[in-house]
């Protein structure tokens, strides 16, 4: 079945490490998006990318980094700079800008800094 | 710029009773509407979405939702709540002047009870 698989489900870091989510989508997706959810917030975007080698930056990027050297991978990193890193990490893709088409996300990753 | 407002946080129903969840949009142009569903530590999936045509929108699960331009409102309804429609529900707006880029509302989270 195609879909959306982020890995870890769970991840703990020391403060000052960086550390990277992965994501990985069997969708022939064009598009992959990075949101960060917080309670009571809904879903800011961190990055996205529509293309493979190219992408921008929402408007949460401060802190994060992300790459797009194949089609099917997104991974993102969350870097020492980033100041309040403990959140819920969910990836997303769409056939084409998302505000025509819907997007399909994965299951999240829960990152808690300490 | 789009916004999305969500009137309640949190909505508590009896199972078999009406299930109401308010959105108001704020946007400049015609709107593209979205509601998701986010089951505990899941990603979220489209329950439906209006674009253009029948502003009665129907979804997956038995719900709906009616685009009010009048009023910027895109509600979701269901008759008749079951135990299992118990999650987090995101409205999302997307419009033109915002890249086609979707802004979600906070979320409200829906509960059940026998």
């Known amino acids: 079945d195609g879909g959306i698989t982020q890995s870890p489900k769970y991840l703990f870091r020391k403060e000052g490490q960086n550390v990277t989510l992965s994501c990985e989508q069997n969708l022939n997706h064009d598009a992959m998006y990075w949101y960060r959810q917080d309670p009571g917030q809904g879903l800011r975007l961190i990055y996205y990318s529509q293309i493979v080698n190219d992408f921008q930056k929402g408007d949460i990027a401060e802190g994060y980094s992300v790459s797009r050297e194949k089609k099917e991978s997104f991974p993102l990193t969350v870097t020492s700079a980033q100041k309040n890193p403990t959140a819920f990490y969910l990836c997303?893709?769409?056939?084409?800008?998302?505000?025509?088409?819907?997007?399909?996300f994965g299951n999240g990753t829960r990152l808690t800094v300490t | 710029a789009q916004s999305v407002t969500q009137l309640g946080s949190h909505v508590s129903v009896s199972e078999g009773a009406l299930v109401l969840l308010r959105c108001n949009y704020s946007s400049s142009v015609p709107p593209y509407l979205f509601w998701y569903v986010q089951y505990p530590n899941q990603g979220l999936q489209l329950l439906l979405k209006?674009?253009?045509?029948?502003?009665l929108v129907k979804g997956i699960n038995g719900f709906e939702a009616e685009f009010k331009k009048s009023e910027t409102s895109f509600h979701l309804t269901k008759p008749s709540a079951h135990m299992s429609d118990a999650a987090e529900y995101f409205c999302?707006?997307?419009?033109?002047?915002?890249?086609?880029?979707?802004?979600f509302g906070g979320g409200t989270r829906l509960m059940v009870k026998p």
């Open positions: 997303a893709s769409s056939t084409k800008r998302q505000g025509f088409s819907p997007l399909h």
């Open positions: 999302a707006v997307s419009d033109s002047n915002a890249g086609n880029m979707l802004t």
């Open positions: 209006y674009t253009t045509g029948a502003t």
